[in-house]
C-alpha cells in the first residue's frame, strides 16, 4: 500500500520566484542539477591546472549525474519501500542514493568508462533497503 507522494511548493530563495507545485521527483531533479553545476565548474577549474588529472573523472561523473537526471524524470528514481523523496550524494568517484525513511543505499560507480555504461543500460535505479543481519 503506498502513499501518493506529497506535492511540495517551492520557493526559489535566491529571486523569491514562486516555481510551482512541485512533486519529488522534480525534487530529485532539482537537487542532480545542482550537483551537475558543481561538477562542471570543478571540472572547468581542474582542466585550467597544468596536470589535468581528475578531468576525466569529473567528465564521466557528470555523464553519470546526466544520465540518473533522465532515469529521475521518467520517474525511475525511487526506494523500494515505496518513498520518492530520495537523496542524491555526489561521491568523488561515485554519486550515492539514499532514502531517509528506510536508510537503504544506492551507490553507483562512476569510476570509469564501464560504470557509465553500466548506469546507460538501466532504466530504472532502485533504492534497496539496508539488510540488517545482526541487531545492535
Ligand atoms: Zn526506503
Known amino acids: 500500500m503506498f502513499r501518493q507522494p506529497k506535492v511540495s511548493k517551492i520557493y526559489c530563495d535566491q529571486t523569491n520566484l514562486e516555481l ?63 518513498n520518492t523523496d530520495v537523496d542524491v550524494d555526489v561521491l568523488v568517484d561515485a554519486v550515492e542514493l539514499s532514502c531517509p525513511q528506510c536508510e537503504g543505499r544506492l551507490l553507483i560507480s562512476a569510476k570509469d568508462e564501464q560504470a557509465l555504461a553500466r548506469l546507460s543500460a538501466m532504466e530504472v535505479l532502485e533504492i534497496a533497503p539496508l539488510r540488517r543481519t545482526s541487531r545492535k
Do not use: P, R, W
Open 20 to 82: 510551482g507545485f512541485i512533486g519529488k521527483t522534480e525534487a530529485i531533479i532539482a537537487t542532480i542539477a545542482k550537483h551537475k553545476q558543481e561538477v562542471a565548474s570543478l571540472a572547468s577549474e581542474m582542466a585550467g591546472q597544468s596536470d589535468g588529472s581528475g578531468i576525466e573523472n569529473s567528465q564521466i561523473l557528470l555523464e553519470i549525474l546526466n544520465k540518473i537526471h533522465d532515469i529521475a524524470e521518467q520517474g525511475g528514481v525511487y526506494c523500494s519501500c515505496g
